[in-house]
C-alpha cells in the first residue's frame, strides 16, 4: 500500500513509467470483470453486469453516508472535510476550499495480510 500513496503523488503520464520500472501491473475495470468472469464462469457480458452492480450498490451506500464493509477486505467510509483556507500555487493568493464529502478506505486484516 506504500506505493499507492506516491502513485497519487505523480501526474497520470509518469505513472506507467511508476509501474513499469518496478515490475507492477496496473488492473482496470476491464481486468476486473475479466478475473470475475473466469472466476465464476460467467459470461464477460454476466461479469461486466456484476461488477457494475456491485460499484453500484457500494457508491449508492456511501452517498447515503453509510458505511460500507467487506468482511477480509475492508472498509469504505464517507466523511465530510472542513472548508479551509489554501493558497493558489501559481500567484500565492489566498482562497477559500469549500467543504466536500471524500471517500476513505480502510484495509481490512485478511487483505492486509494477504498483501504482505
Do not use: H, Y
Not at 506516491?6 to 470483470?33: E, H, M, P, Y
Not at 453516508?65 to 479551509?84: C, I, N, P, W
Amino acid at each position: 500500500m506504500a506505493c499507492f500513496g506516491a502513485v497519487l503523488k505523480l501526474r497520470w503520464g509518469s505513472t506507467w513509467r511508476f509501474f513499469l520500472q518496478r515490475g507492477l501491473a496496473l488492473v482496470n475495470k476491464n481486468d476486473l470483470i475479466a478475473a470475475v468472469a473466469d472466476s465464476a464462469d460467467l459470461t464477460r457480458a454476466k461479469a461486466g453486469d456484476a461488477v457494475d452492480a456491485v460499484l453500484a450498490a457500494i457508491t449508492a451506500a456511501l452517498k447515503r453516508k453509510d458505511e460500507v464493509r467487506l468482511a477480509g477486505f475492508g472498509t469504505f467510509v464517507a466523511a465530510e472535510r472542513k472548508a479551509s483556507t489554501g493558497r493558489n500555487p501559481r500567484t500565492g493568493e489566498e482562497m477559500q476550499i469549500p467543504a466536500s464529502t471524500t471517500v476513505r478506505f480502510k484495509v481490512g486484516k485478511g487483505l492486509k495480510d494477504t498483501v504482505n
